[in-house]
């Protein structure tokens, strides 16, 4: 599936409280944030699910968690730390079927998750 609303928010369809955007991703704000900070990064070449970036250049998987950790230091959460989500699949409480990371912090997180 290719028309997520991940895809609609990166064609400029979906309005979304952007926190960051350059040539390889984009941050926004979780709609139903799940901690103070609660932000998703999805890089601008698609890829349905984090099992796909297997068969991807190891410079792009680069870019993209390097993004993801640069964008948590935007948000001041460096020095008390955060947490990166990437959801794969039905087993993996996967609900949009385009890759993104969760980037969740600014209180204490609980482990495990449920
Ligand atoms: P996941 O369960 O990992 O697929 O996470 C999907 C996330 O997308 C959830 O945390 C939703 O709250 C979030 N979400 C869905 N629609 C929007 C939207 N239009 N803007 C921002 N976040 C959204």
Same mark, same amino acid.
């Given at each position: 599936? $290719?028309?997520?609303?991940? %895809?609609?928010?990166?064609?400029? %369809?979906? *309005?979304?409280?952007?926190?960051?955007? %350059?040539?390889?991703?984009?941050?926004?704000?979780?709609?139903? &944030?799940?901690? *103070?900070?609660?932000?998703?990064? #999805?890089?601008?070449? /698609?890829?349905? +699910?984090? $099992?796909?970036?297997? !068969? +991807? *250049? #190891?410079?792009?998987? !680069? +870019?993209?968690?390097?993004?993801?950790?640069?964008?948590?230091?935007?948000?001041?959460?460096?020095?008390?730390?955060? /947490?990166?989500?990437?959801?794969?699949? &039905?087993? !993996?409480?996967?609900?949009?079927?385009?890759? =993104?990371? =969760?980037?969740?912090? !600014?209180?204490?997180?609980?482990? *495990? &998750?449920?």
């Amino acid at each position: 599936m $290719s028309n997520t609303i991940f %895809d609609k928010i990166l064609a400029g %369809d979906i *309005p979304v409280d952007s926190v960051f955007e %350059d040539e390889d991703v984009l941050a926004f704000n979780d709609v139903n &944030p799940k901690a *103070p900070v609660h932000v998703l990064v #999805i890089p601008k070449k /698609r890829a349905s +699910r984090f $099992s796909e970036l297997s !068969g +991807r *250049p #190891i410079e792009e998987i !680069g +870019r993209f968690f390097a993004a993801v950790s640069r964008i948590a230091a935007l948000l001041d959460l460096d020095e008390n730390g955060y /947490r990166v989500v990437i959801n794969n699949g &039905p087993d !993996g409480g996967q609900e949009v079927e385009y890759l =993104h990371a =969760h980037i969740l912090g !600014g209180r204490r997180l609980t482990w *495990p &998750p449920g």
